[in-house]
């Protein structure tokens, strides 16, 4: 309890109550209709979701090939693995899922005239304008007409940074620095009333994703057809993006994911210890690690070197098994 | 868990209960600083019967809430997964043709009900 | 009235074709307008209703949930492609295509009028017509698993294995954890006389699923196959010794399956497992 006290020995100020009621809940009042009104406005100003481009929509989905090809090739045999694996990178270098194949040879400097470009552009400045404007608004008949009182307590300990930005207006050295302005009422409330427009205006919201995007850049991102834009606000070069995908299929080795399927679902039921599948690991690792430095391809599924290794996984485990 | 038997009444009314519990010693803190800063007094912490009547209700409320919960979904996928029947190996919804024999065999069925 | 639109609901989420239950439970609620009360499920109630209609041949009632979603969607493209369907059903093939073709027109990526496109084919009777569109359907939409699924059964029409055990691996790539696609990927290769491939996918539909019954069948008609041929040379094929193991163990878990049935289906399944 005594920690409790000297907290408690905090400056203890009443308030007029009229305070809260002609500022606190008209700030906030204020605010949510404020968000609603813009939220209703955002949706008029984007109109109808614009139609999905075919030939983007293909382009990107080739692209997706490739990761997933690389991200669940496992679950296939080899033959089938190597079969997309050779399709694909050939696929990439020549430009098939390219939207426009010709698009290398354009200067690069006339990106504005580029009409998806500049519909991307169009789209993020609308967003953040709907943003600005309300907020400078607001915050200008905030310090207009609610300036130079305390509004209210926060009901934490702050340090004394936070003196000259919380009590703006009301220049005294010894006030607690849990006494703030309105200016600061506004903040909370700006972030604090994010869960309440999810409740009333559903998930989709103007105001939700708004926060992170006028951090990052000023380019917004369009929902479905928009060119790929780096956040430099360059439109990206897709064959270069592809080249650079075919190296990681090319990269990547294939380890069918069923080579000890039947030792695995052995153990599963319980007929065989899991020791079993540890050895085999180790075998393997020892089998790769011998035939390793004598192969200098890229890819180590060489046959003599999976024969060897499996051979010796077979031999190892053998020897397990009877002993 | 004899006690799931009757999640709808009992579970809800404890929550009901510890909700109330938990308001009124809200609202009694609340008068207790009012009456503090009326008195001038300074504030020596809660008196007991508060913060009794605060962790009751947080013991109430979590008996409810508790009970009025659906059950628990399984973690591992394996038991997600073996409710999928095989019948959707077929289904595909956007790909379904009418030119079968259900038309036929159904319509006679279906209509005199 | 909630149970039904419950059931309903389920039905829509599991994609199960069940077209009696949907017309049985969903007519009643159409008829005396209770769907109203489900709000934004409403909608989605009468599209089920209206295909499951069009699958037992109730035209009334598919028009009738069609006339309703038309009401409050004028023009929509996915209101006009059940109008498509309907005109399918009734067998004015000509007049639905005209309906996919002007949607296409329109706007060129909706994906529900380009799949009616490639039924409507298979229903006119012409499979590679029908296959090339929806092979071009996939360069453009590869995620769409369900793309996959039917191209796999058209090949399997056409008896082209290969090509359809190629359509199971690009859907198992894009849904590995689901044991089911393994289990047809499987039955194709078995079918392919890929026996021992064949027998490793059966493992890992009973490893993704334990107990799976049709995966257990599976493994026992590969090792029954695999051990009457003399061992294989190929060291990435199944020694011996575990062949053996995975007999012995499918024969016990289907065995102990079905314990729980019914005597006369114990003994007769136990006899022919044992002669398998």
């Known amino acids: ?323 | 868990m004899a006690v799931q038997q009757s999640p709808s009444y009992f579970g809800k009314l404890a929550c009901l209960f510890g909700f109330l519990l938990l308001f009124h010693s809200g609202y009694s803190t609340f008068e207790h600083l009012s009456y503090l800063k009326a008195v001038d007094g300074h504030e020596s912490g809660l008196p007991t019967d508060i913060v009794v009547e605060l962790l009751v209700s947080v013991a109430i409320f979590g008996l409810g809430i508790v009970l009025v919960a659906d059950n628990f979904k399984e973690i591992l996928m394996e038991t997600e997964m073996a409710k999928q029947s095989i019948e959707s190996l077929d289904a595909r919804p956007s790909f379904y043709s009418f030119n079968h024999r259900g038309r036929a065999v159904f319509r006679n069925v279906v209509l005199k009900k | 009235m909630v149970n039904a639109a419950k059931v309903l609901q389920d039905l829509r989420a599991s994609a199960e074709r069940k077209p009696d239950v949907v017309v049985r439970l969903g007519k009643p609620l159409v008829e005396n307008g209770a769907v109203k009360k489900l709000d934004a499920d409403a909608w989605l109630v009468y599209e089920q209703v209206a295909i499951a209609a069009l699958d037992v041949g109730d035209d009334a009632l598919a028009q009738r949930c069609i006339q309703a979603l038309e009401q409050k969607f004028p023009g929509s493209a996915r209101v006009r492609r059940l109008h498509g369907m309907k005109l399918e059903a009734e067998g004015e093939l000509i007049q639905a295509g005209e309906i996919y073709k002007a949607i296409l027109q329109e706007d060129e990526t909706n994906i529900l009028a380009a799949k009616r496109q490639v039924m409507l084919l298979r229903a006119m009777g012409l499979p590679s017509d029908a296959i090339s569109a929806l092979v071009k359907y996939l360069d453009i939409n590869y995620t769409d698993f369900e793309g996959w699924l039917q191209l796999a059964d058209l090949y399997l029409e056409q008896l082209m294995y290969s090509q359809a055990a190629f359509c199971m691996e690009e859907v198992i790539m894009l849904q590995p954890q689901n044991h089911i696609f393994h289990l047809k990927y499987a039955e194709i290769l078995y079918s392919q006389q890929s026996i021992g491939l064949a027998l490793k996918q059966f493992c890992r539909v009973v490893e993704l699923c334990k107990d799976h019954v049709r995966g257990l069948y599976g493994i026992k008609l590969c090792t029954s196959h695999l051990l009457k041929l003399s061992p294989s040379k190929d060291s990435t094929a199944t020694s011996q010794e575990d062949l053996k193991a995975i007999d012995l163990l499918a024969t016990e878990r289907l065995i102990a399956t079905y314990n729980a049935a019914s005597s006369s289906t114990k003994s007769v399944s136990t006899k022919w497992i044992e002669n398998l």
Do not use: C
Request: no cysteine; charged share 20%; glycine share 8%.
């Open chain 1, 1 to 323: 309890m005594g920690a409790w006290t000297v907290l408690q020995e905090r400056q203890a100020m009443l308030l007029d109550p009229a305070i809260r009621d002609w500022v606190l809940l008209p700030i906030m009042l204020v605010m949510v209709l404020v968000g609603v009104v813009r939220h209703q406005v955002t949706v008029l100003l984007n109109g109808p979701p614009r139609k999905a481009d075919l030939k983007s929509a293909r382009e990107t989905k080739g692209l997706q090939r490739g990761s997933i090809l690389r991200a669940h090739g496992n679950h296939l045999p080899e033959y089938a693995f190597e079969a997309r694996k050779a399709y694909l990178t050939e696929a990439f270098e020549k430009g098939t899922y390219l939207k426009d194949p010709k698009a290398g040879n354009k200067p690069k400097g006339n990106v504005m005239q580029d009409p998806a470009y500049v519909e991307t552009m169009m789209d993020g400045m609308k967003k953040n304008m709907m943003n600005i404007v309300p907020q400078t608004v607001i915050m200008g008949w905030i310090n207009f007409f609610f300036s130079g009182f305390v509004l209210i307590k926060l009901p934490f300990p702050l340090t004394i940074r936070f003196k000259s930005m919380l009590q703006r207006g009301i220049e005294t050295q010894d006030m607690d620095v849990s006494w703030v302005s309105s200016l600061s009422w506004y903040f909370l409330n700006l972030f604090g009333l994010q869960s309440v427009f999810t409740l009333i205006l559903g998930s989709g919201h103007a105001a939700d994703a708004m926060r992170d995007m006028q951090a990052m850049s000023t380019m917004g991102m369009g929902p479905a057809a928009g060119p790929q834009m780096s956040p430099t606000g360059q439109p990206q070069d897709m064959h270069k993006i592809f080249l650079s995908e075919k190296e990681n299929i090319e990269l990547t080795e294939h380890e069918w994911g069923l080579n000890n399927v039947e030792t695995r679902l052995l153990v599963k039921y319980g007929k065989l210890p899991r020791s079993i599948l540890v050895d085999q690991k180790k075998a393997k690792a020892a089998a790769t690690s011998v035939s390793g430095p004598s192969t200098s391809s890229l890819s180590s599924s060489s046959p003599a070197a999976v024969a060897a290794a499996a051979a010796a996984a077979g031999g190892k485990k053998k020897g397990r098994r009877q002993a």
